[in-house]
């Protein structure tokens, strides 16, 4: 047998069955319980243990590369606070309209499902360039660091929520933030967060989880979601099953055919090794 | 002077931020360093300017001159002039613009994004050999990481989640910690570097 054929499998084979092997599960759900991990359980705690009513800043920093990992994450965020009758307040600084619009939308569609306000129980302030600065002057004037207006526009004045929530430091008791690069959790650790001793959580890709485990394990984190497997562990925490825990199965499906062409390799590689010694 | 004059803006900017942040002036200094935030803020969409400018320059050069593959700088020109006009006409968030942004710019993106992961599926298959020991960790690390962030690790191997879990938080945090401390004094010297005027790449004269 060729053994080094299995080194050298066409890659339009790799990807057609790549590709199917993820899509199946989309359309024949398998449902394997997905275990909860430390962090995502102390994501879902510190939430649950703020005060009923409390204000959480939700930035969701991402692109639209990234966004289906990290949107569910904002829905059950939504949920979870408006169960608590939590007040959000959403920004988005890593992309112009992507954030913007996913956090609408997400925290939106969950509003209506729970009856909540769109200017009294929560609010879309949406992007600002350069997030650094617009960080720091939202810590002391939320209204100044918005320009005055909504995402769509509209003076803040008009809002109710508004008026109780002027500055993050003395207003909000939680960030929340999902993040792909930067402008993201690294900003308002350093702008927000750490200054004022705010309690910061929220979710990374899965591409960047690696990166935030000594935050986590240093306090400065309070737990973090990571990639979709993140969101769905969460999902499951607040009790409903959204797409976090519908890409599960894709997920399993598309790890478990990348180590098997990876042990396929190997084989080959070892053999034609041995073939080319002997 | 042409060369001098940057360098010591840089250096009085970056003197005067720094005292802002470690020596406690009272109110003025508050005052001082928020204003300074309002011009890093009018600063920094000066530099998009700049960024546009430098953008026609190059594309407009490839398309007069010819250049191989200009056709793809006259679709970016067009893709330019095209979003700038709906946009000041239809405003920031208007029905066109973001009808434009998130069904061509968005999509594109996530194309690109989704392409990755199959180009990362064949990399891994081509390159994942295991030659010798750090190989060898490596791909044990990988497959593990793998397996432990699907659902199916677990229900192959029981546990195999905590493991993942533990190889992130303490490996892979120590290695991570490494890198952040390491960079953050790089950053340290390049920007010291810079102060004192011995780092001059940035003014486009070399160091």
């Known amino acids: 047998m060729n053994w080094d054929k299995l080194q050298h499998i066409d890659l339009r084979i790799l990807y057609a069955i790549i590709l199917l092997c993820m899509m199946i599960p989309m359309f024949k759900p398998v449902g394997l319980p997905v275990a909860v991990s430390d962090n995502s359980e102390t994501v879902y705690q510190v939430i649950e243990d703020l005060p009923d009513g409390s204000v959480i800043w939700v930035s969701h920093d991402t692109g639209s590369g990234n966004a289906p990992e990290l949107n569910p994450m904002i829905t059950a965020l939504a949920k979870q606070a408006f169960r608590k009758n939590c007040k959000l307040v959403g920004t988005a600084f890593f992309n112009e309209t992507v954030g913007p619009t996913l956090v609408y939308e997400h925290i939106d569609e969950v509003a209506q499902e729970m009856g909540k306000e769109y200017g009294v129980d929560w609010i879309n302030i949406g992007y600002r360039l350069n997030a650094e600065a617009t960080m720091k002057i939202l810590v002391d004037d939320v209204w100044a660091g918005a320009g005055g207006v909504d995402w769509s526009g509209d003076p803040l004045a008009g809002f109710p929520i508004m008026q109780e929530v002027k500055s993050i430091r003395h207003d909000v008791d939680l960030l929340f933030v999902t993040t792909v690069g930067s402008p993201g959790y690294a900003t308002w650790m350093q702008y927000v967060a750490e200054p004022l001793k705010k309690p910061l959580t929220g979710g990374a890709s899965l591409t960047m989880y690696s990166g935030v485990q000594h935050y986590i394990r240093s306090g400065q984190l309070k737990g973090f979601l990571g990639g979709l497997r993140g969101a769905a562990e969460y999902e499951q925490l607040v009790g409903y099953a959204g797409q976090g825990l519908a890409g599960m199965d894709a997920q399993s499906m598309g790890h478990i055919t990348v180590i098997i062409f990876l042990i396929l390799g190997n084989i080959g590689y070892f053999m034609s090794q041995k073939k080319g010694k002997q | ?207």
Not at chain 2, 54 to 75: A, D
């Open chain 2, 1 to 207: 002077m042409k060369r001098q004059l940057p360098i010591l803006i840089v250096a009085a900017t970056a003197i005067f931020v720094m005292a802002m942040k470690f020596v406690n002036f009272g109110p003025a200094g508050a005052a001082a360093i928020k204003e300074a935030d309002v011009w890093i803020q009018v600063t920094y969409e000066f530099a998009f300017l700049l960024g546009a400018i430098n953008f026609v320059r190059l594309h407009y050069g490839n398309v007069s001159r010819q250049r191989p593959k200009w056709i793809y700088s006259v679709v970016s020109l067009v893709a330019l002039v095209l979003t700038c006009l709906v946009t000041l006409i239809d405003g920031v968030n208007g029905t066109i613009a973001m009808f434009l942004y998130q069904n061509i710019a968005n999509r594109i993106d996530s194309a690109i994004y989704a392409l990755l992961g199959f180009y990362v599926c064949s990399a891994a298959y081509r390159s994942f050999k295991l030659k010798n020991l750090e190989a060898g960790i490596l791909l044990a690390s990988a497959v593990l990481l793998m397996l432990a962030q699907a659902p199916i690790g677990d229900a192959i191997f029981p546990g195999m989640s905590k493991w993942g879990e533990w190889i992130l938080n303490v490996p892979n945090s120590a290695g991570m910690r490494g890198i952040r401390l390491g960079a953050g004094i790089g950053a340290y010297a390049a920007s010291i570097r810079v102060i004192l005027g011995l780092e001059r790449s940035w003014t486009g004269s070399g160091t």
